[in-house]
């Protein structure tokens, strides 16, 4: 089976496509990741949050059908500026305050040219591996459990 080619990779990653790819992230290895970097960190003040809130889900039936509500989704965002001005925002999937405080520290982060880099290769990337890990495991579990169904045709009785 072929690996699944993320959107994401690119050898320079936008603010947009990190802030996908940070906000997407399993919880528990953002804060891993985060953690082992923490004590180098500059230090962020909160602005705004995190603030838990929910926002209106949109669908739309074929893609060309008129849209509907679909119902609510719980987010939570928070804002942080760095010591040297550099502001960090984040709205993330769930209830998770930490989550969105850590992405909003290193969006702030990300801003500056020295950090952009280190952050990329120690966070940003290897969760992106780990997003692709998951779904190609998804995909493989999915093909074996693939059922072919075919009608053999009957001659008239």
């Given at each position: 089976?072929?690996?699944?080619?993320?959107?994401?990779?690119?050898?320079?990653l936008?603010?947009?496509?990190?802030?996908?790819?940070?906000?997407?992230?399993?919880?528990?290895?953002?804060?891993?990741?985060?953690?082992?970097?923490?004590?180098?960190?500059?230090?962020?003040?909160?602005?705004?949050?995190?603030?838990?809130?929910?926002?209106?889900?949109?669908?739309?039936?074929g893609?060309?059908?008129?849209?509907?509500?679909?119902?609510?989704?719980?987010?939570?965002r928070?804002?942080?500026?760095?010591?040297?001005?550099?502001?960090?925002?984040?709205?993330?999937?769930?209830?998770?305050?930490?989550?969105?405080?850590?992405?909003?520290?290193?969006?702030?982060?990300?801003?500056?040219?020295?950090?952009?880099?280190?952050?990329?290769?120690?966070?940003?990337?290897?969760?992106?591996?780990?997003?692709?890990?998951?779904?190609?495991?998804?995909?493989?579990?999915?093909?074996?459990?693939?059922?072919d169904?075919?009608?053999?045709?009957?001659?008239?009785?």
């Amino acid at each position: 089976m072929t690996r699944i080619k993320h959107p994401f990779d690119t050898a320079v990653l936008s603010r947009k496509s990190a802030l996908d790819i940070l906000s997407a992230a399993p919880a528990v290895l953002l804060d891993e990741r985060y953690s082992r970097m923490a004590p180098s960190l500059p230090t962020a003040s909160p602005v705004r949050g995190p603030e838990i809130g929910t926002v209106m889900v949109r669908g739309r039936i074929g893609g060309g059908g008129a849209t509907f509500n679909l119902g609510e989704a719980s987010v939570t965002r928070a804002t942080i500026k760095l010591v040297t001005g550099e502001v960090g925002h984040s709205i993330v999937l769930g209830r998770d305050q930490n989550k969105a405080r850590i992405v909003a520290h290193l969006d702030a982060l990300r801003q500056i040219d020295t950090w952009q880099q280190r952050i990329d290769d120690e966070i940003t990337r290897p969760i992106l591996s780990a997003i692709n890990d998951e779904k190609q495991k998804r995909a493989e579990e999915t093909e074996a459990t693939k059922v072919d169904f075919f009608t053999v045709t009957r001659g008239e009785d």
